[in-house]
């Protein structure tokens, strides 16, 4: 079984910054894809940012330029750098991995920027 554990979530002033973690645990083999979702109060989760299945980074276009995710494989733990944050930020962050023999997810932690 896998186990996604995201930290840094916070309540952060608009223009201020915030760098999420996710932990991985158990057997992590044949990693597809790993990904930072979203969820806003009333609405749907999106992808915020991921590494494809080529390696590649790819954004939601509402965090060019103020996100950056990365990855430790190491240590089986992804992060996401956040800049610039905004109002419209604020939401539930998902941590998410696409295996060979699952996709899972985190619990989820809270982001709240104030204006």
């Known amino acids: 079984q896998v186990r996604l554990v995201e ?14 973690s996710c932990a991985a645990s158990g057997i992590i083999r044949g990693v597809r894809t790993v990904a930072w979702y979203r969820q806003a109060p009333g609405k749907e989760r999106e992808l915020v940012a991921g590494f494809t299945m080529g390696g590649r980074t790819e ?13 430790d494989n190491t ?20 941590c998410y ?16 920027v104030s204006s």
């Open 59 to 71: 954004y939601t276009n509402s965090v060019k330029g103020r996100f950056t995710i990365s990855k």
């Open 7 to 20: 930290s840094g979530g916070g309540l952060v002033q608009a223009g201020g910054s915030l760098r999420l």
């Open 75 to 94: 240590q089986n733990a992804v992060y996401l750098q956040m800049n610039s944050l905004e109002p419209e930020d604020t939401a539930v962050y998902y």
């Open 97 to 112: 991995v696409d295996l060979v023999g699952g996709t899972y997810w985190g619990q989820g932690t809270q982001v709240t």
